[in-house]
């Protein structure tokens, strides 16, 4: 594991190998851990938003969605280039899943990313055992409902999609009250492709990458400044 800090950020870098250890754990453990995918977007949203910042400072894992996140943060290591832009992590965190035959819940933001989250993990694994999903835009009841509803499908890990600062708002609010080992936050605003596509990820546009770049370099001329 490396510490890592990117905009202002504190992350973590963990290999797949390494993190797969650390999912084993949160799966026994007697608490709610949280792993989270890292965007570029993410990162310069957090760069203005002290809250933002401190949400993602304090995930228990946290997965770098693109490789220019470790180019920004030093790492150059091939090998883990490559995990990160072929996404190996969410091929052996389901493939674990599958294996443990533990009960997954879908939680997103919207119907359509529903479908989308759907198809996406099957995609991966026919086989996960998902025993309950919900968008939050059709919850007509009290988020205290929703809690005990995936409570009683005895639910194990949840994944999600959820835009910030929804995201953020339902994790403060509920967290506590939850009964599942792990909840693993899939990337902000966009679709996890399904594996048969030769892109695993959809690609921020080039104005994003670019501009990400900047702010990165920006960030680190202001720090030899100081």
Not at 92 to 112: A, D, Q
Not at 145 to 163: D, G
Request: net charge neutral; charged share 30%.
């Amino acid at each position: 594991m490396r510490q890592m800090q990117v905009l202002g950020v504190e992350l973590q870098d963990y290999t797949v190998r390494e993190a797969m250890r650390k999912a084993e754990v949160f799966l026994h453990d007697q608490k709610l851990n949280t792993i989270a995918y890292i965007t570029t977007r993410g990162l310069m949203a957090a760069e203005d938003s002290p809250e933002l910042k401190a949400f993602l400072s304090n995930i228990d894992l946290t997965v770098a969605a693109d490789s220019d996140i470790l180019h920004a943060a030093g790492i150059e290591n091939r090998n883990r280039i490559k995990e990160v832009e072929n996404d190996e992590f969410m091929e052996e965190f389901l493939k674990k899943l599958v294996r443990g035959k533990r009960s997954v819940y879908l939680l997103t933001g919207t119907k359509e990313q529903l479908v989308a989250l759907e198809e996406c993990l099957k995609s991966y694994q026919q086989s996960l055992r998902i025993v309950g999903k919900f968008s939050l835009d059709e919850l007509e009841k009290e988020e205290d409902w929703l809690i005990n509803e995936m409570n009683a499908q005895m639910t194990e890990v949840v994944i999600s999609n959820i835009s910030s600062p929804q995201r953020e708002s339902f994790f403060e609010n509920n967290h506590m009250k939850m009964n599942a080992r792990i909840w693993l936050m899939l990337k902000d605003k966009v679709v996890h492709a399904t594996r048969k596509k030769s892109v695993l990820w959809r690609l921020p546009d080039m104005v994003s990458k670019k501009l990400f770049r900047r702010k990165v370099v920006k960030y680190q001329n202001q720090e030899l400044d100081e």
